[in-house]
């Protein structure tokens, strides 16, 4: 309640009925204040707010859109060029967003750190590889987002208008940024969950809990979470889910029909669902795509369990088929795959490990072979520990010599 007579301070309720706190001085957000106003966290972060905008230290508010027409050849420019073209208007509306948000802060960033000249009206002669390594590095700190933005601007250099005879020419002659390097940090992408992994889930959330539906949707069908998202009641016939694919909905749509297994059946029956979902907030409201991810980090959080995302249980689904003995095509029928590739990442691993069992079945190398410790019958060769191992083969090989 002491919150309550402090100046500066906005509030505000998100749709889900949350409320947030905002240090707000002469109509300006300067930073969010933690969620609990009664905290500690709070008050060391309200008052070190109010000290540096009444010592006249507090930092600039950063500018979220550009006024007015951009300058005629300069990156903001062309960067709007790229956006109304078929390449860019061809994407998904939700990768459409995510990109202008990332140009947008390529716009915004100062081309020297402490400068107040913008990239957004750098002239595009003058996007040379050193000024595009700038605006990599500047995400040094995200690998994958570096490379993001290394991305979208040989995808936005390589933008085109009508030329003089009616052709389209290249407005940049030289792509640039294919000459810088991106980082490319080799990982396998995100974690793979185990058995004991699932195990200990089940056993922080109990059975019965949302949390446990929300994983066992994710088990039993390989939903991503755009899918998990949409999916409820409406989407059943029967003993099997029929819904259409979020990922690719426009450019190539695809209905999926999956048989609901036994025990995902018996999990949605522990569940009264009264909406369209089957996986709603606390407020019986549908949760947004976004929201879901990370509601789904979270039940992983709370149980002790923070590197692993939708996805792992996704690459589990598969991992777990493949060991099973499925083939490409059941993998591509059940995930949706139309180019065979992704299902021989997992089909492909299993068959090296099958193959390489019957390898080793296979090696034989002789006399040679029984001088080691090995189980045998009448007449095989006492177990020797490795010392003596070495030291009778030393022997053996002086005496030959």
Request: proline share 5%; hydrophobic share 35%.
């Amino acid at each position: 309640m002491a919150t309550i007579d402090l100046p500066y301070i906005e509030k505000n309720k998100s749709r889900h009925g949350s409320m947030r706190y905002y240090f707000r001085f002469e109509g300006v957000r300067i930073c969010r204040l933690p969620k609990d106003p009664d905290s500690e966290a709070f008050s060391t972060a309200y008052w070190l707010a109010r000290n540096q905008v009444e010592n006249g230290a507090a930092p600039a508010p950063v500018r979220k859109a550009l006024p007015g027409q951009p300058l005629p050849n300069t990156f903001r420019w062309l960067c709007m060029l790229y956006m109304r073209s078929d390449a860019f208007l061809k994407l998904d509306k939700t990768t459409q967003g995510k990109r202008r948000q990332i140009i947008d802060a390529m716009w915004l960033e100062p081309v020297k750190k402490d400068g107040t000249d913008i990239f957004a009206d750098m002239p595009i002669k003058l996007l040379t590889i050193d000024n595009i390594t700038k605006l990599r590095d500047r995400k040094a700190e995200t690998p994958f987002a570096a490379d993001e933005r290394l991305k979208i601007l040989r995808q936005v250099f390589d933008t085109t208008r009508p030329g003089r005879d009616g052709k389209p020419e290249h407005i940049m002659k030289v792509n640039t940024a294919k000459f810088v390097r991106s980082y490319r940090m080799k990982t396998e992408g995100h974690h793979t969950i185990t058995g004991a992994e699932i195990r200990q889930y089940f056993e922080h959330h109990g059975v019965a809990s949302k949390a446990v539906l929300g994983l066992a949707l994710l088990m039993y069908v390989g939903f991503r979470v755009s899918d998990l998202q949409a999916i409820g009641p409406r989407h059943r016939r029967g003993d099997l889910f029929m819904f259409r694919v979020f990922k690719g909905r426009n450019r190539n749509p695809k209905t999926l029909e999956v048989p609901i297994h036994p025990i995902l059946g018996h999990i949605l029956s522990l569940h009264k669902v009264a909406g369209l979902y089957y996986l709603m907030t606390e407020y019986g409201e549908p949760y947004s795509i976004k929201g879901l991810s990370q509601r789904v980090s979270e039940w992983f959080s709370q149980a002790g369990l923070p590197h692993c995302t939708a996805h792992s249980v996704r690459k589990g689904l598969a991992t777990n088929i493949a060991d099973n003995e499925a083939t490409d095509s059941m993998l591509d029928g059940l995930f949706a795959w139309s180019d065979g590739k992704t299902s021989k990442i997992y089909t492909a691993r299993k068959n090296q490990s099958r193959l390489a069992r019957q390898a080793v079945q296979r090696i034989d190398w002789g006399d040679f072979g029984n001088l080691l410790p090995h189980l045998g019958g009448e007449g095989s060769v006492p177990a020797a520990t490795p010392t003596e191992f070495i030291e009778q083969n030393h022997s053996s090989s002086a005496q030959r010599a």
